[in-house]
């Protein structure tokens, strides 16, 4: 009898640690462009794996690094590669370089008023409308107009990307107005008949994607899946996921299923791109 009952306890102190056993928690923090991304990748996944919880913040690829390196978070979101001063950084408190994740692609897309009729924009105009060397739109082929310029503010992996690209390392126009998330930059050249503006493809809902080319002689090419998987379209890119170490358990698990077809396939529901 006195077993019976000692068997019984230990079962029923079996299923209260069971039960008790605590959620599985991840912080992903970062990138802007990427958090409507991360936000769908989690919310699917926590629907089939309810034992997990999974945060996600934005605040710009900058910051996501930077919690990276404080332990603020357990995955930075990253819409450019980590610089080698914040893996040294990473180094000096972790012993380790950090991982490089490739979750998808995207092509940085430029934005233009709905009612603005230039045909395209070569790269080396880009940059002469971004550093001020170009400043009205008469000069590329449209309205006799001066350009309003937006972009993201600098702690933006998209502004550092288009910085180093675009601009060769060149200062931003001092008359650019810096918005905080990509959202913003597109509500503003929705808004404004002479506005440019560059970002994610998937922001690009009410404004005009300007075609791009690479120089004067090549073709002008939009965002598409096509053109970005065979590197046509001049402005690509990938979004990449950044872990101190090599990632285990629940973590591991977790960015295996974004590498996965579905999650794969989840990206470009949103309108990004497949990382292979």
Request: hydrophobic share 40%.
């Amino acid at each position: 009898m006195m077993k019976k009952i000692l068997t019984l306890a230990l079962i029923a102190t079996a299923a209260v640690s069971v039960l008790a056993a605590p959620k599985a928690k991840i912080t992903v923090k970062g990138s802007d462009t990427m958090v409507i991304l991360a936000q769908r990748w989690a919310e699917k996944y926590m629907t089939a794996h309810p034992d997990v919880t999974i945060q996600v913040t934005g605040g710009g690829s900058g910051t996501g690094i930077s919690a990276l390196v404080n332990g603020s978070t357990d995955i930075c979101n990253a819409s450019r590669p980590m610089k080698g001063s914040e893996r040294a950084k990473l180094n000096e408190r972790y012993a380790s370089n950090g991982v490089e994740i490739k979750a998808a692609k995207d092509g940085i897309t430029v934005y233009a008023h709905p009612s603005n009729t230039v045909k395209d924009l070569t790269l080396a105009q880009l940059a002469q409308i971004y550093t001020g060397k170009i400043t009205n739109w008469k000069q590329v082929g449209g309205a006799d107009a001066k350009i309003v310029v937006y972009g993201r503010e600098n702690s933006s992996g998209t502004y550092t990307y288009f910085l180093d690209f675009v601009l060769k390392g060149k200062d931003y126009v001092a008359s650019m107005q810096s918005l905080p998330g990509t959202a913003a930059v597109v509500n503003a050249v929705s808004k404004d008949k002479y506005a440019i503006g560059y970002g994610g493809a998937a922001y690009a809902k009410g404004v005009r994607e300007v075609p791009v080319k690479k120089d004067a002689t090549t073709p002008a090419y939009l965002p598409e899946a096509k053109t970005i998987a065979n590197g046509t379209y001049p402005i690509s890119r990938y979004l990449y996921l950044y872990v101190v170490n090599k990632p285990t358990g629940a973590m591991k698990a977790y960015i295996d299923w974004i590498l996965s077809a579905e999650g794969q396939a989840m990206a470009t529901q949103v309108g990004y791109f497949p990382a292979k």
